[in-house]
C-alpha cells in the first residue's frame, strides 16, 4: 500500500513537472502570434505624431527588440501581471479578469454541473433500455444536442422563452437565478448530449462484463448491481471527459456570454480581439490555457486515483 | 471530440484474426467457407444502419440543392426586392422562405452559404488531413526518439485552448476566405496525427515494408507509396467525423462576426443576420439554423456509422 502511495506521488510530481512546457508553450505562441500581426494597436485610430507614437510605443516598450520584449512579458506572466489594457484605457487585463471571470465561473460551474447530473442519468437510463424505442428516442434528441450549436439554440431559446412566453429575461444580467437559467440551459446541452452518449456507451460495456454476471447470479436486485457494481468503472470516461468539457464549457461562453449579452470574460475576448487588443487577448488566452491545462492535470489525477486497475508500482 | 473512442477502435489490429493463438482453432476451423473481408463487412453493416444510409441521401441531396439550387432560382442572392421586404415565406410573391429586411430571397442567399460553408468544410479538414498525414506517419515511422518528441509536442498544442488561437490568427492576419481554411485546418490536425501515428506503428513491421526496405526504397517514398495509401480507409471515417465540426468552427467563427465577410455569406453569419431580426422575422433565423443543424446533423450520424460498421467489437 505504502509502495504505491509512493508510486502516486511520483506520478504526481512528474505530470506537475510536466506542465512546465506546455505553460510555456503556450505563453510563446500567444506571444509571436500577436506580435506577427501586421499593425499595432495605435494604427486603426488617426494617424498620430510621430512624438506621441514614440512616447506610446516607449511606455508599452513596443520600441525594445522582440526577445526582450519576450523575456519581460514572460517575467511579467510569472509575477501574475498582464500588463495594462491597450483599449480599455483605465483598465488593466489583471483588472477585466478579475471582473469578468466570476461571472463566467458561475455560469460554466453551473453548466457542468447540470451537465454532469443530467447527462449521466439519462445515459444509465438509455443503457438499461437498451435498443428499445425509448433508448433511440434518447439518443437521437442526444445527437441534436450535439449537432446544434449554441449560437442557434440561444436565439431560438430567447424567442420562445422571452419574447413569446416573456417567463425569462432575454439578456442582460444580474446576479439572480432568473439571468442565470437560459445561458446556463443553452451552455449545458451540448455537453449533456455527450456526457449522457458517453454514459450509456461505457455502462452498457461494463453491463456486459464478467463480474456483473456474478453480481447478478449471486440474486442481486437490479438497482443494486447498476448502483453498487456498474456505477463507479462506468464513471470512468465521464470523468476523463470532464477536461475537453470544460475546454468546450469555456469555449461556447463566449457565444453565450456574447448573445445574451453578460459581461463575462468571453465577452471582453471577443471584443478584444474585434479591437486588436493585444495584452488582453493575449492574458485572456493564456488565463483560460492555464485554467484548461490545470483542470486536465486535476482531471488525470483523479482518474488515476480512482481506476483500481492503474497502479503505481515503482521499478 | 471523438479521440477516445477512435482510438480505442484504431488502436487495434485489424486483420488480427481470433483464433490465432487457440490451440484448437484447427479443429474448428472450416476451411471452405469464404472468409469476410473487414471491408466488405463493413460495408453490409454500414447499408445496414438506417440512420447513417438516410442522414447520406439527405447529405446528397443538400449538396446538389447548395451547388445547382441557385442556378434554378429567379432570384440572385444580392438582388434587394424592395417591394417585399422582411416578407414571411410565401408563394405568391416568389419568396418561398420569405426574405430579409432589405429585400434579399433567404432562400438563396442560404443556399449560397451552404456553399461556403460546405467548402469550408471540405477544404478545412483536407488541410488537416495533409498536415496530420505528413506528422503522424513521419512519427510513427521513425519511432525512438523522434516519434517521442513529436508526439510530445502534439500533445502540448493539444492542451490549449484552440478555437482561441483561431480566433487569435483571424484577428491578425484579417478575415481572407483563404485563411479561414488554413486557420481551421492548421489546429485541427491533431487528432488525425495521432491516429495516423498509430496505424503506422502498426503498418511499419509488416513484410511488404520490410521488402521495401529490402530493395533499397528510400524512406519518403516508402511513406508516401506505401503506409499512406494504406492508412486511407481508417482516415476517410475520420474525415467524415472532422467536417461537421470544421463547419461548427467556421459558423461559430462568423457568427462572432470574425468568419466571412460581406458580400459573401455562410450560415453561421446567415444565423448571426437571423439572430438580429428574429422578433419581427423569425424566418431569417430559423430557414440558415435549419439548414447548418441538418447537415451537422447527417454528419454527424454518416461518422457514426461508419465507425460502428468499421468496430469489429460489435460483430454479432
Wanted: proline share 5%; glycine share 10%.
Amino acid at each position: 500500500m505504502s509502495q504505491s502511495q509512493s508510486g502516486f506521488g511520483h506520478h504526481l510530481a512528474s505530470r506537475l513537472l510536466g506542465l512546465i512546457p506546455t505553460l510555456l508553450m503556450l505563453i510563446t505562441i500567444a506571444f509571436f502570434m500577436m506580435r506577427m500581426a501586421p499593425g499595432g494597436p495605435f494604427d486603426s485610430e488617426k494617424a498620430l505624431p510621430p512624438e506621441i507614437r514614440a512616447n506610446l510605443d516607449a511606455k508599452y516598450h513596443l520600441d525594445e527588440p522582440l526577445l526582450q520584449q519576450y523575456f519581460r512579458y514572460l517575467g511579467q506572466i510569472v509575477t501574475l501581471d498582464f500588463g495594462p489594457s491597450f483599449q480599455y484605457k483605465d483598465w488593466t487585463v489583471n483588472e477585466l479578469i478579475a471582473s469578468g471571470f466570476p461571472v463566467s465561473l458561475t455560469i460554466g460551474g453551473l453548466a457542468m454541473v447540470l451537465a454532469f447530473f443530467v447527462g449521466t442519468l439519462v445515459g444509465i437510463f438509455a443503457a438499461l433500455r437498451q435498443n428499445s424505442a425509448v433508448d433511440y428516442a434518447v439518443m437521437g434528441v442526444a445527437m441534436l444536442g450535439i449537432s446544434i450549436p449554441g449560437f442557434v439554440v440561444a436565439p431560438l431559446l430567447i424567442l420562445i422563452c422571452a419574447v413569446y412566453m416573456g417567463w425569462l429575461p432575454a439578456g442582460g444580467w444580474e446576479w439572480s437565478i432568473t439571468y442565470m437559467i437560459l445561458p446556463v440551459v443553452t451552455l449545458a446541452l451540448p455537453v449533456v448530449a455527450y456526457i449522457a452518449r458517453l454514459t450509456r456507451g461505457s455502462m452498457i460495456e461494463v453491463l456486459h462484463s464478467n463480474y456483473i454476471r456474478t453480481a447478478r447470479a449471486k440474486g442481486l436486485p437490479e438497482h443494486v448491481v447498476v448502483r453498487r457494481h456498474a456505477l463507479k468503472p462506468a464513471m470512468l470516461p465521464v470523468i476523463s471527459f470532464m477536461g475537453p468539457a470544460t475546454a468546450g464549457l469555456i469555449t461556447g461562453s463566449v457565444v453565450v456570454e456574447r448573445i445574451y449579452s453578460i459581461p463575462g470574460l468571453g465577452s471582453y475576448f471577443v471584443q478584444g480581439a474585434l479591437n486588436r487588443d493585444y495584452t488582453l487577448v493575449m492574458g485572456v488566452v493564456i488565463f483560460y490555457g492555464v485554467v484548461i491545462v490545470l483542470l486536465n492535470f486535476i482531471v488525470d489525477m483523479l482518474y488515476a486515483w480512482l481506476n483500481p486497475r492503474i497502479r503505481f508500482e515503482e521499478g | 471530440m471523438a479521440g477516445s473512442a477512435l482510438k480505442s477502435l484504431f488502436g487495434m489490429e485489424p486483420r488480427n484474426s481470433p483464433g490465432a493463438d487457440d490451440p484448437f482453432a484447427s479443429v474448428f476451423a472450416v476451411p471452405d467457407i469464404p472468409g469476410r473481408s473487414l471491408w466488405k463487412d463493413a460495408g453490409h453493416r454500414l447499408l445496414k444502419n438506417r440512420a447513417a444510409v438516410v442522414s447520406a441521401v439527405v447529405m446528397f441531396l443538400m449538396l446538389l440543392a447548395v451547388v445547382f439550387g441557385p442556378m434554378f432560382l429567379q432570384w440572385e442572392g444580392d438582388f434587394t426586392d424592395w417591394d417585399n421586404t422582411a416578407s414571411p415565406p410565401s408563394l405568391q410573391n416568389g419568396h418561398w422562405l420569405g426574405t430579409d429586411a432589405v429585400g434579399r430571397d433567404i432562400l438563396v442567399r442560404t443556399l449560397e452559404g451552404g456553399r461556403i460553408s460546405l467548402l469550408v468544410g471540405v477544404v478545412s479538414t483536407l488541410v488537416s488531413l495533409l498536415i496530420g498525414i505528413t506528422y503522424g506517419s513521419i512519427a510513427g515511422y521513425y519511432g525512438g526518439v523522434t516519434d517521442r518528441l513529436m508526439m510530445r509536442m502534439v500533445d502540448i498544442i493539444y492542451a490549449l485552448p484552440f478555437m482561441f488561437f483561431v480566433i487569435l490568427l483571424m484577428v491578425i492576419f484579417g478575415r481572407h476566405i483563404i485563411l479561414i481554411f488554413v486557420a481551421i485546418g492548421a489546429v485541427n490536425w491533431l487528432d488525425m496525427a495521432r491516429i495516423v501515428r498509430g496505424q503506422t506503428l502498426g503498418l511499419k513491421n509488416t513484410e511488404f515494408i520490410e521488402a521495401a526496405q529490402a530493395c533499397g526504397v528510400s524512406d519518403a517514398a516508402i511513406i508516401s507509396r506505401h503506409i499512406v495509401p494504406n492508412l486511407l480507409g481508417v482516415v476517410m471515417v475520420y474525415v467524415t467525423l472532422t467536417i461537421p465540426q470544421v463547419i461548427l468552427v467556421e459558423s461559430f467563427l462568423s457568427f462572432l462576426g470574425l468568419g466571412v465577410q460581406e458580400p459573401m455569406s455562410s450560415w453561421g453569419a446567415l444565423v448571426n443576420d437571423g439572430a438580429q431580426d428574429m422578433e419581427s422575422a423569425p424566418w431569417t433565423l430559423i430557414v440558415p439554423a435549419a439548414f447548418l443543424a441538418v447537415t451537422l446533423y447527417c454528419f454527424n450520424y454518416i461518422g457514426d456509422g461508419m465507425r460502428d460498421a468499421l468496430d469489429p467489437k460489435d460483430r454479432a
